[in-house]
């Protein structure tokens, strides 16, 4: 943990939160709150873990990163 009020602490979690928003609930409009957890679990599940690539992880998905991780 860095010094109080470091700007850096909470990126990661801002950037993930900002790109679900703008990617999928500004996009959609939920008819039900199962419907959006299950929208919200999917998209992050089988498109931002698996298909999205990221550059913080030299251009690869994080499932990708992790399995490559795993092997060496």
């Known amino acids: 943990m860095s010094k109080k009020g470091d700007c ?3 990126a990661v979690a801002k950037s993930f939160s900002h790109t679900l ?3 999928l609930i500004h996009r959609i ?3 039900t ?3 959006a957890k299950r929208r919200i679990f999917e998209y992050i599940e089988m498109y931002y873990n ?3 690539v990221h550059s913080t992880l030299g251009c690869l ?3 990708e990163y992790e399995k490559q991780k795993i092997f060496f």
Do not use: C, I
Request: overall charge positive.
């Open 29 to 31: 409009k939920f008819m």
């Open 50 to 52: 698996t298909k999205r």
């Open 8 to 10: 850096w602490d909470n």
């Open 33 to 35: 709150r199962e419907e």
């Open 21 to 23: 928003k703008v990617k």
């Open 61 to 63: 998905s994080p499932f």
